[in-house]
Structure formats: C-alpha cells, structure tokens
C-alpha cells in the first residue's frame, strides 16, 4: 500500500473490516449457530455477535453523520463512539468511531478530547494501519497545540513501511515549526526517498524542500 496515501489507507481498511465482519454474520450465522454448543463455540458465537452490533452502530453513525453537516450533532458522535469504546472496544469499528470522533473534535478545535480519542485508538486498537493512522492525526494535534517536541516523539515510532514516508514528512513539519531548518531538510529527504512509488506524496514534500532550499 506504499502508494496510498492516509486517508486511502483508512478508507480501505473501513471497507475491509465492514465486508469481512458484517459479511461474515450475514452468510455464516448458521454455522455459528451450529457450534454454540462448544465452550470455543460459544465464544466464538458472541465475538461475531459483539462484532456484527458494533458494525450496525457504526454504520448508522458513519452513513447518518456527516462531518460537513452543520445540523450534525456532535454529542451523538462523541455518545455513539463513547458506547462502541465501552461496549466493543474489542472490535476495530470503536478505532474507526474514535478515529471519527477525533476529527470532529479537531476541527471543533477541541483539541484535549481529539487527543484522548487518539490516544484510545492507539492504546486498543489492534491493526497495525490503523495504530499508525492515530500517531499521525496526533502529531498534528500536538503540533497544532505546540507540542512539537512529543509531534517529534511519536513520529520516530516503529511502524510499516508503507507509512514511514508519512511519519518522515510530518516529522519534518514538526521540525519546520520548531525552526530546526536542518532537520526539517534532513526529514523530508528521507519521506521523498521512500515515497518514490506514490507521485502525489513525493510531489508535495519536493515542493517544501524547495521551499526550504531557496
């Protein structure tokens, strides 16, 4: 996926987990119903069961919300994603609802509630993209609020490589407004020699390099 870029990746990851979950309860709810007679059976029963009621939430917050709508409220965001946190934190729609959430209360300029929901995705979600998705929509936060020293921090976490290309660049952002000019250059060298196969992402940290170089 080195060619996608962050919001590609999310969409991508939405849709398979919808697919796979929702699609599974749908066709397989008779083998499901088969094996609830055995200890794994039955757990296995309520995981699919826990997992196909957070789907349902989820859709009707992602299909019935939007983040333009002005006539949005936003506490239902923040009270449907509170319940898949408490309720189904064990299923990958709570990480998405938070990671929902979040960009609402950013762009609400909440900046203490975007971080908390971040941090949730983060500490319990269990896919690797979506982990790195929530570092980098945190460092924005930080470096928004002028936390660029933990912008720095988060950035230098381990993660796959179709993401170090992201992590690189918004390093160097954090560096940029730090006024560190050598090691905002010295980030965005390593985000453009890593994001070869994905023009759009290369094109855009050339163009702050040459910024920088002029």
């Known amino acids: ?5 962050l919001e590609e990746q999310e969409q991508i990851a939405k849709i398979k987990y919808f697919l796979r979950d929702y699609g599974k309860y749908i066709i397989g709810l008779i083998v499901v119903m088969a094996i609830i007679y055995g200890v794994s059976g039955i ?3 309520k995981n699919e069961k826990n997992t ?11 299909l ?6 002005p006539t949005v409220d936003k506490n239902v965001i923040y009270s449907v994603t509170d319940e898949l946190e408490n309720k189904y934190s064990a299923t990958e729609y709570a990480s ?8 609402t209360a950013f762009d609400d300029a909440n900046f203490t509630k975007s971080m908390n929901y971040l941090q949730w995705v983060i500490l319990h979600a269990k896919d690797k993209s979506l982990v790195a998705i929530a570092k980098l929509r945190l460092a924005d936060v930080y470096i928004d609020t002028n936390k660029l020293q933990d912008a720095i921090n988060i950035t230098t976490d381990k993660v796959e490589d179709s993401f170090k290309p992201l992590f690189y660049q918004k390093r160097g952002d954090a560096y940029l ?5 050598p090691k905002a250059v010295e980030s965005y060298k390593s985000a453009l020699e890593l994001s070869r196969d994905n023009q759009d992402l290369a094109q855009l940290i050339q163009i702050k390099l040459d910024i920088l170089n002029n």
């Open 96 to 103: 998405f609802a938070s990671l929902f959430a979040a960009k």
């Open 64 to 69: 019935n919300t939007t983040l333009t709508n």
């Open 1 to 5: 996926m080195a060619h996608l870029n």
């Open 43 to 45: 757990r296995s029963y």
């Open 52 to 62: 196909k009621e957070a789907a349902i939430i989820y859709a009707k917050l992602s």
């Open 177 to 181: 407004v730090m006024n560190n000019k």
